[in-house]
């Protein structure tokens, strides 16, 4: 069993900053890739950026150059700056890996957490 806990999320101002933090935890032998997504209501869930356990990275074009994703072993984080209001949405922690004891492949989601971006 994995379990991912995710924190960060609130309520900031236009042009603010908020950083998104994600740890997983549990029978992990490996991660393969962490990353985020987010989901706005009625609409598909969307990527915003991931990291493979190589170090590459991708970001949803709507986001590069004022969010940057970064992990330290099991967690995962989302710096976000520049906010706009429609980046307001539920952010979701992914975490696929290799799960104790029987080497199975896993993908987890964290259980969300609100950023709303409001004057």
């Known amino acids: 069993q994995v379990q991912l806990v995710e924190s960060g999320g609130g309520l900031v101002q236009p042009g603010g900053s908020l950083r998104l933090s994600c740890a997983a935890s549990g029978s992990i032998l490996s991660i393969y890739a962490m990353g985020w997504y987010r989901q706005a209501p009625g609409k598909q869930r969307e990527l915003v950026a991931s990291?493979?356990?190589?170090?590459s990275i991708n970001y949803a074009d709507f986001v590069k150059g004022r969010f940057t994703v970064s992990r330290d072993k099991n967690t995962v984080y989302l710096q976000m700056n520049s906010l706009k209001p429609e980046d307001t949405n539920v952010y979701y922690c992914n975490v696929r890996g290799l799960s104790a004891p029987w080497r199975t492949d896993f993908t987890y989601w964290g259980q969300g957490t609100q950023v709303t971006v409001s004057s």
């Open positions: 990291i493979t356990s190589g170090g």
